[in-house]
């Protein structure tokens, strides 16, 4: 069976919080949270993919002042889940501080505008969506399911 880092590392931190000597329903907010946290990650996925299936599309049918209005409001909303997805990545990580777990994402400091920053993550989010991927996909996948 295939192994995937990312997915890896995350049940690495699920376990450690399941291990954490605490309420249930603690417990249960901070799975929630980790798995809301991934979620903006797959949202931003999904942005990516959206947005470069569209644009040329848009380019075939529309022109001028409503070319730029669609590409641009695309733009803006990617920048936002952007940002959302490495305010994500990095509360993700500080959660591995708190439960003892190796981080899972290791962005460079810095502000969420800066590019080194922004490529980082997004290069992270193409390897965990190719890990979705492959994972759903996959021939271990008959494996997992049965």
Partial sequence: M??????????????????????????GETIEFIESAVGSLIDYAE????????????????EGYDLLTRIEDSMHER?????AAIVSMRAVDRLCGIYGAEPIFLLPDGDPSEELV????????GALSA????????EDRIGRLS
């Avoid at 920048?79 to 940002?83: A, L, T």
């Avoid at 991927?133 to 996959?138: K, R």
Wanted: net charge positive; aromatic share 8%.
């Fill in 79 to 83: 920048n936002r889940i952007h940002d």
């Fill in 47 to 62: 942005h990516v993919i959206r947005q470069t299936l569209a644009i040329p599309l848009w380019k075939r049918r529309c």
């Fill in 2 to 27: 295939q192994e995937y880092a990312y997915f890896a590392r995350l049940g690495a931190l699920e376990a450690a919080v399941c291990a954490e000597n605490c309420t249930e329903a603690e417990r």
């Fill in 131 to 138: 890990e979705a991927y492959a994972a759903g996909t996959g």
């Fill in 118 to 125: 922004r490529i980082a993550a997004a290069r992270i989010i």
